[in-house]
């Protein structure tokens, strides 16, 4: 844990020193401190200049920790979907939020005047918002939600909307092609500090919301009757998770795009690392999936330095191996993978 | 604490399976519920603990409607060892068996040293201490058994229901586990197969067939070689034993007058369908 959060602070700062423009890091260190606590004296000595100023407060700080707080928002979504669906292949995506949200897109740029990042960020939010609710439906029957039906009809929904969305694309100008394929792969490119609040709110009302119930959360990983007779109420605790992973994902996606692999992979590689208690596990996803995803967005911007890989393509690139790695040990077998 | 069923009935996808059952367990004794497979008993022991609502009648604790109380309140009273549980995340052992202290507890707080102290007792009680730090999944099946009966005595619940605990156990265990359920002063409902154990060990035994209780008394007034062959459709002996005189029953073979085992099939779900329609 400490650890965690020695390796985040540090991407942090490292994400807000490399660029073009050149800033040392105890100088960008300055330009953090001196936005934070007014008054302090090389903010107006003329030690630093503007560009460096604009450099790290304008772009790389906004941008290293939107990715931060994207990456913890859908390792933690991606927890408690797993936990309330009992079924260790669910991602924040299962309630058909991206695909929702690529349709919101889309369709805003082909039947729109052009591609604007706050016109398309809020029809991806309508778009997400409309696709849980039409999964969540159609998973309600007689006042319960049932996991299994929840997955396929998530499935389901999702196919239908990714389909529209490449007939969408495939049918719109060559032009636009280029924003929706980046749109879908996800980018915290145009991060300003405003794109942080709505992530950051959901972020630490569900993190609040699922700390204080993880004593819970862990009696429903066996089952929903063993859960009930321990005095959960099951019904109620599942709605109001899957409620609070659609906002969590919705406002992830309306600002960052569809991000892959964070959600399924963080809570599992969590899992390995400090067992399947929420108590220890969840904090444990959050600090790394807000570390993980700063470092592949620092890594995304330097890489193919002067342009960017889209994030969804380096979270698989740098995930996926380090994840088959971890799922080789034994270890891994002591939460199940092996069965 | 005593538990009272009342005239309940209760449906499971949407067919009658348990009808018109009173029964009364005074505080601190054993009821064995005995039956067939699908006579009614796993359903009676959910609505018993609350997992299912009966469609009429009802269950009270001392006297409260199990309606009437929270979630966290009712699971304070009634702890259920159930046939399923999921396996989807795995668990080590202790961290299961503390799972039965959640009721007790409130929010994110770490296991309290009582909790872990009560959890290892637990384990201790159903001969398990050794498998602590084992995975759960890694265990046999009895091995589970004993766990999952450990979670709930770690529940430390007034009312325990119990549906068929022995199952997978060797017959050590199945006698030990018995015996543990006689020795607490807990009230207990349990589901049981064997009809020689149930005797043995329960103060009052119940036999439900096609969703109706048949006959409650104490074991030996109420197993009798009639009743087994009209219930279960097997002949048997009757045998008291050399040393304690208790009655026992050696089964001889399917009783031939009702090859398939219900006798009384269609004539039962006749009057219930009777029964139930408005």
């Known amino acids: 844990m400490p650890t965690l959060v020695l ?48 450099a790290i407060w304008q772009f790389r700080l906004p941008r290293a920790l939107l990715a931060a707080t994207a990456g913890a928002a859908l390792a933690l979504a991606g927890a408690l979907m797993q936990a309330v669906v009992h079924n260790s292949l669910a991602e924040p995506y299962i309630l058909g939020v991206s695909a929702g949200a690529g349709v919101g897109a889309v369709s805003f ?91 950051v709110a959901a972020l630490i009302a569900v993190g609040l919301y699922a700390v204080f119930r993880a004593r819970a959360l862990n009696a429903l990983l066996i089952g929903d009757d063993a859960a009930a007779s321990l005095g959960v109420n099951v019904n109620r605790m599942r709605s109001g998770v899957l409620v609070a992973a659609a906002l969590l994902t919705g406002s992830v996606v309306a600002v960052c795009g569809g991000i892959g692999f964070v959600g399924l992979v963080i809570p599992h590689i969590s899992r390995i690392l400090v067992g399947a208690d929420h108590r220890k596990m969840l904090p444990v996803a959050l600090l790394g999936g807000a570390a993980f995803l700063a470092t592949c967005d620092l890594l995304a911007r330097t890489l193919a330095a002067p342009s960017e890989i889209p994030l969804g393509v380096l979270t698989a690139l740098v995930g996926a191996p380090f994840f088959l790695w971890l799922l080789r040990r034994d270890r891994a077998g002591s939460v199940g993978v092996d069965r | 604490m005593r538990v009272d069923i009342e005239n309940l009935a209760a449906h499971r996808g949407g067919r009658p399976v348990v009808s018109d059952v009173s ?69 080590p052992v202790l961290d299961m068996v503390l799972l039965g202290r959640i009721p007790h507890g409130r929010g994110y ?38 766990v999952l009966f450990a979670r709930a005595l770690a529940q430390d619940t007034p009312v325990l229901v119990l549906d068929e605990p022995t199952n997978h156990l060797d017959i050590a265990h199945q006698i030990e586990l018995l015996d543990l359920i006689r020795s607490t002063d807990r009230t207990v409902l349990v589901a049981l197969h064997d009809l020689n154990l149930a005797a043995r060990s329960c103060d009052t035994v119940g036999v439900l067939h096609q969703g109706r209780l048949l006959s409650l008394g104490a074991p030996e007034e109420v197993l009798h070689t009639d009743l087994i ?43 219930q369908e009777e029964t139930e329609a408005p």
């Open chain 2, 109 to 146: 707080g770490r296991d309290s040293d009582q909790d872990i102290a009560t959890a290892q007792q637990a384990l201790e009680r159903v001969g398990a201490a050794h498998l602590a730090d084992r995975s759960f999944s890694a265990l046999s099946g009895g091995e589970r058994q004993r």
């Open chain 2, 23 to 91: 029964i009364q367990v005074p505080s601190g004794s054993v009821l064995g519920l005995l039956g067939p497979n699908g006579s009614g008993k796993s359903t009676l022991l959910r609505v018993v603990s609350g997992l299912a609502a009966p469609s009429s009648g009802r269950v009270s604790l001392d006297g409260t409607d199990i309606t009437a109380l929270k979630r966290t309140d009712l699971a304070r009273r009634v702890a259920v060892m159930a046939q399923e549980h999921s396996e989807e995340f795995e668990m």
């Open chain 1, 7 to 54: 390796v985040l602070v540090a991407v942090l700062l490292l994400s807000t020193t490399v660029g073009t423009i050149a800033v040392s890091p105890t100088d960008a260190l300055r330009i953090v401190i001196g936005h934070l606590v007014p008054g302090m004296p090389w903010m107006s000595d003329g030690s630093l200049s503007t560009l460096q100023d604009n």
């Open chain 1, 109 to 199: 740029i082909v039947l729109g005047v052009g591609v604007s990042s706050l016109g398309m960020g809020t029809a991806a939010f309508v778009g997400a918002l409309m696709a849980t609710a039409a999964v969540y439906l159609l998973a309600h029957k007689n006042g319960r939600i049932a996991p299994q039906r929840l997955i396929l009809a998530g499935v389901a929904l999702g196919s239908l909307f990714s389909a529209v969305t490449s007939y969408l694309t495939i049918a719109t100008d060559a032009q636009n092609v280029f924003s929706i394929m980046f749109f879908l792969l996800g980018s915290v490119s145009a991060a300003t500090m405003g794109h942080l609040a709505l992530p």
């Open chain 2, 229 to 271: 062959r009209s219930v279960f459709g097997v002949d048997s002996t009757s045998v008291a034993h050399p040393l304690s005189g208790r009655r026992h029953f050696l089964f001889d073979s399917r009783s031939p007058e009702s090859p398939d085992g219900r006798p009384t099939t269609h004539q039962f779900s006749r009057t």
